[in-house]
């Protein structure tokens, strides 16, 4: 009973390199959602999708693509990564009372 | 749009005393206010939730307060224990009703 997965849990990334964060939930759930944290920022929405084909953009998206081509898989893309993308990502799943369940966390440095 | 400031940001308490911790809101329809706790190096889990129809909702030690005339909602913790520390979220939906927003976050101390 995985829940919701993200991977990797730890990256460093160079200036301008590109990489993909991995979110998998197996619960079988619509709402999936990414937000990033920052010391003292606290969660803020970057991308969230409400099922398969339908994404929607969030707080802070700039920087960022997502896709969802699956229920089960909605993975974040960092294009030309900056030092300010330097944060701990979440991957979260709402399940129906309105609960979000969250991944482990994927910590990235970009230098 | 929506935003939520949540206070103290950082409290710190001896075991056994009472904690809160207080969100405000402005521009929100939202009906539907949770807390979240994280644990170091953990994701943000539910502890309770309170809906708009509610004034209060109690779950053992923790209880959740809400005015909506004022726009806030807060937090009780009684008989902290040492196993209380973390940081604790607020949270509201957004206009869409789509997605939660985040409170920045509040570091609970309890030294025993």
């Known amino acids: 009973n995985a829940g919701v997965t993200q991977t990797p849990k730890f990256r460093i990334l160079k200036i301008g390199q590109s990489m993909t964060l991995q979110c998998t939930q197996d619960?079988?759930?619509?709402?999936m959602y990414w937000y990033r944290q920052d010391p003292g920022m606290g969660l803020k929405l970057i991308y969230y999708?409400?099922?398969?084909?339908?994404?929607d953009k969030g707080e802070v998206p700039n920087g960022y693509n997502v896709s969802r081509s699956t229920t089960e898989d909605f993975p974040l893309r960092l294009e030309l990564a900056a030092p300010s993308q330097t944060s701990v990502y979440f991957c979260?799943?709402?399940?129906?009372?309105?609960?979000?369940?969250f991944g482990e966390g994927s910590r990235l440095t970009v230098l | 749009g929506e935003n939520v400031e949540q206070h103290p940001s950082t409290l710190s308490v001896q075991e056994g005393d009472s904690a809160v911790i207080k969100c405000t809101y402005s521009?929100?329809?939202?009906?539907?206010f949770p807390w979240y706790k994280q644990e170091l190096g953990k994701g943000p889990q539910l502890i309770i939730d309170i809906r708009s129809n509610v004034g209060e909702k109690k779950d053992q030690r923790i209880a959740v307060t809400l005015n909506k005339t004022a726009k806030h909602f807060s937090l009780h913790i009684t008989e902290t224990q040492p196993e209380d520390s973390a940081v604790y979220f607020c949270?509201?939906?957004?206009?869409?009703?789509?997605?939660?927003?985040f409170g920045k976050g509040t570091t609970l101390s309890v030294s025993s």
């Open positions: 979260a799943a709402e399940m129906r009372t309105g609960e979000l369940f």
């Open positions: 521009d929100s329809a939202s009906n539907y």
């Open positions: 999708s409400v099922g398969a084909g339908i994404t």
């Open positions: 949270a509201l939906l957004n206009q869409a009703g789509t997605a939660l927003i």
């Open positions: 619960m079988n759930h619509n709402y």
